[in-house]
């Protein structure tokens, strides 16, 4: 009886154990699989964080099950390829979706489902001047402000000299901009001041322009175009916006830029957000007296041209800043491409020219793709963490000593492939834990031409803007236990042989403290030449 009894425990205890178990997995929300870094969206900071992965490089986080596309345990290229078709539009689901397959449990009284795009259908037209005339629902005039409470597609013409489309309903609202042009002298031109998601349509080979004024009756707005809450912006046409009180363009959550033509002027940001920016495509030129572009989170740009002026930084992120595509032209800046984390570079043009630093980092830069070509009166490339370089075209020079084309402080700067010219004062030394061959050479003038051959033959020709005292060259065309010739204006400079990852070949071993202490080895000038006037200076 006493045997019977403990089998009995013994079993009520595995069912309620079983019971535990089962309820709490049924809890467990499903993957969202292509969400790498778990915020509940697939996008292209997940190729990176995975390509980031396979590399081996430094990350804090990946989500393993949301990463496996096709469910064979493993995370490899095949995933990563996987994500990158999804991301294009090339499939629109994954294997591992299909090999194990969801069943949502049946709702016992389903509600039925909200049209989302019901807005759509409420469309109208805003026709400013003088008089102004409107249609469509939820669409009301008070003296020169157009009002909109409810969602809907707008038209809008006309010039409106002393006034603002205010839009104020939890629904979304697009506004159409086809030969608009309104000056408000007391607040933004326009201002979703509340809003599901606001959207301006540029529309095809119209120009329009949008301006404020230098004070306004409502502190909280900061742009002539202004919104609260998500803003997107594409079309075919021209928009001009002057932004005279703080910035040009701004939201306070998310800035999404798709197409367009677009030519900011501000007194403070060109383009400022207080979530994330992102750019998709489009022309867009900004000048401004602070940030050409700041996020104050995340900056991704996939597409578009950027031509920008700043007094300040040309682009800010507060985090992580991703560039997979387009190309960026930065004429003149403080600093030119800054996070206050990480930059990672998979591709696109860019080109900056800089006062102080052209990028960047505090807590590291990758860099896997694209060309870069950079000029700057500090350091051409700054991170305050790691530096890896898996690819692309790098041509940078900074200023002189202490400054230089690549500096990385006491931190790695790894080297898997690409092509590297960085040159200036002084420069970190590659780690030799690369796997690309690199080489350290010696100072240069301005305008000179630099060659480096193979056994006769060119492997790289550039013209050196600026005067430099230590470069570091790497490329694919650098290999072990082979001899090269550097030419300047054809004239055979030095002769190197590459017998282990980093050739000293005349230049500063180590840069700035690390590696060799102050580059050449001590104080020139007294003894050498940096600090003037050597003994008794």
């Not at 793709?369 to 009166?377: A, K, N, P, V």
């Amino acid at each position: 009886m006493r045997m019977l009894k403990k089998c009995t425990g013994f079993f009520l205890y595995v069912l309620v154990l079983l019971v535990n178990i089962i309820s709490v997995s049924a809890l467990e929300p499903p993957p969202i699989y292509g969400d790498s870094n778990s915020d509940c969206k697939v996008n292209s900071t997940d190729l990176t964080l995975m390509k980031r992965y396979l590399l081996q490089q430094s990350i804090s986080y990946i989500n393993l099950i949301n990463a496996d596309l096709n469910g064979d345990g493993k995370i490899n290229s095949s995933d990563y390829t996987l994500l990158k078709r999804y991301l294009l539009g090339y499939i629109d689901s994954f294997p591992v979706e299909n090999q194990y397959p969801t069943t949502p449990e049946p709702s016992p009284t389903p509600t039925p489902a909200v049209d989302e795009e019901a807005w759509k259908n409420n469309t109208g037209t805003i026709e400013l001047g003088d008089t102004i005339k409107v249609s469509g629902e939820g669409i009301s005039v008070n003296g020169s402000v157009v009002t909109i409470t409810a969602g809907g597609d707008h038209l809008v013409t006309g010039t409106l000299n002393n006034g603002m489309i205010f839009v104020n309903t939890t629904e979304r609202v697009k506004l159409r901009l086809s030969g608009v042009n309104i000056k408000n002298p007391n607040g933004p031109a326009i201002y979703f001041y509340n809003v599901d998601k606001g959207f301006i349509t540029i529309e095809k080979g119209t120009v329009n322009y949008l301006s404020d004024g230098s004070t306004y009756t409502d502190q909280d707005a900061k742009a002539a175009l202004f919104s609260n809450d998500d803003l997107e912006l594409k079309g075919k046409g021209t928009l001009y916006v002057t932004g005279n009180y703080k910035h040009g363009i701004a939201s306070d959550d998310d800035l999404i830029i798709e197409n367009g033509d677009i030519y900011v002027t501000a007194v403070t940001d060109g383009l400022h957000a207080n979530s994330g920016i992102e750019i998709k495509g489009g022309n867009i030129t900004v000048t401004a007296k602070s940030d050409a572009i700041e996020s104050e989170k995340d900056f991704e740009m996939t597409g578009g041209t950027l031509n920008l002026t700043a007094d300040d930084d040309a682009i800010h992120s507060e985090k992580d800043l991703v560039i997979d595509d387009g190309e960026i032209n930065i004429l003149k800046c403080y600093e030119g491409i800054e996070s206050k984390t990480t930059i990672t570079i998979n591709g696109g043009k860019i080109n900056i020219n800089s006062n102080e630093d052209g990028l960047n980092a505090a807590s590291g830069l990758y860099i896997n793709g694209g060309e870069l070509y950079i000029t700057s009166g500090y350091d051409g490339i700054d991170s305050n963490g790691p530096i890896y370089i898996n690819g692309g075209y790098i041509f940078s020079f900074g200023g002189n000593i202490p400054e230089g084309g690549i500096d990385c402080d006491w931190n790695p700067l790894i080297i898997n492939g690409g092509t590297l010219i960085a040159a200036g004062g002084s420069n970190s030394t590659p780690s030799t834990s690369s796997t690309q061959c690199s080489v350290l050479l010696g100072s240069g003038t301005a305008n000179s031409v630099i060659s480096i051959q193979r056994n006769g033959s060119e492997i790289i020709s550039f013209t050196a803007p600026k005067n430099y005292q230590n470069m570091v060259f790497s490329s694919p065309d650098l290999v072990l236990n082979a001899t090269y010739v550097v030419y300047r204006n054809g004239v055979q400079s030095v002769t190197f042989t590459t017998n282990s990852i980093v050739t000293n070949a005349g230049g500063s071993s180590g840069g700035w403290f690390p590696g060799g202490g102050f580059p050449g080895g001590g104080f020139p000038g007294g003894g050498g030449g940096w600090f003037p006037g050597g003994p008794g200076w």
